[in-house]
């Protein structure tokens, strides 16, 4: 049977501020990015993702992004390959104080917004987070975009990769996501993502957002968080898996 991890980003409520459902979803997927406290997330909302995570047996992963409150780490900052190493070093060793309080095995990496597309898009950003990755623990995975430059940098570097693709974004001819200024960038209705999902699990494909037929290859889907349809979404693909004979099982176990 094949099988196929389901992700979500979590944890990015801050302060009074909050977003997602992220008990709702913890009830749906595999694996939990958890933001750092860059983009979102404090060191309330970092302890009680883990600890809601490990109680419903879902894996943990940090998910660090850019120096970004406002912009929910989603605007690209002029950072130097080392300030990444750093920022990286410093999120990933914050969410691990916390799984090591709840004893948890930090399962993966998956870095957020502008700073996951500079590393699948720039060599040298690549490089830092994997050397982050590396340094920050034995055994971690790195998220990465199919055949992407962080997916070919983890590789030579030897770090275990979970080729990602996301079941609520749309993609351009050459395989990356839409830009989020594009009106056609988020998929919301139902019928279109379940589409979008069935060319990515059983075709190895998706169709672009000007018709061209894209190889892509996934072991985790990811479904935004902050989504206002995450769950139902979800709910949906995981019933549709299960129709098609497709298992759900977390990345670690999927690389076993």
């Known amino acids: 049977m094949k099988h196929i991890d389901l992700n979500a980003d979590l944890g990015e ?3 009074a501020f909050q977003v997602g459902e ?6 749906c997927i595999t694996s939990a990015n958890i933001a750092c406290g860059f983009h979102g997330g404090d060191f309330n909302v970092m302890e009680q993702t883990v600890r809601l ?6 894996a943990v992963g940090a998910h660090p992004g850019l120096p970004d409150i406002m912009g929910f780490g989603r605007r690209v900052i002029d950072v130097t390959p080392e ?14 104080g916390f799984c090591k309080v709840h004893g948890v095995t930090m399962q993966h990496v998956k870095p957020h917004g502008a700073l996951y597309h500079m590393a699948n898009q720039r060599e040298d950003i690549a490089d830092e987070v994997v050397r982050a990755t590396k340094d920050s623990g034995d055994g971690l995975i790195l998220f990465a975009m199919s ?11 030897g770090i275990t990769v979970a080729r990602e693709a996301f079941a609520d974004r749309t993609y351009t001819l050459n395989g990356e996501l839409t830009p989020r200024r594009e009106p056609s960038a988020v998929i ?16 190895g494909r998706v169709r672009a957002t ?20 995450a769950v139902p979404h979800i709910e949906m693909v995981i019933s549709w898996m299960k129709n098609q004979g497709i298992g759900v ?3 670690g176990e999927c690389n076993e």
Do not use: W
């Not at 992220?22 to 009830?27: A, G, S, Y």
């Not at 190493?85 to 914050?94: E, K, N, P, S, T």
């Not at 055949?147 to 570097?157: M, N, R, V």
């Open 13 to 15: 409520s801050f302060g």
């Open 22 to 27: 992220d008990q709702l979803l913890l009830d």
């Open 53 to 58: 995570a490990k109680e419903r047996g879902v």
């Open 83 to 96: 300030e990444v190493y750093r920022m990286l070093i410093y999120q990933i060793g914050a969410l691990n």
């Open 147 to 157: 055949q992407s430059k962080l997916h070919h940098a983890a590789e030579k570097a």
């Open 188 to 203: 919301k209705d139902r019928h279109q993502l379940l589409e979008h999902v069935e060319e990515l699990l059983v075709n």
């Open 210 to 229: 000007d018709g061209t037929l894209v190889p892509m290859e996934v072991d985790t889907l990811c479904f935004h968080g902050d989504g206002e349809s």
């Open 249 to 251: 099982q977390k990345a």
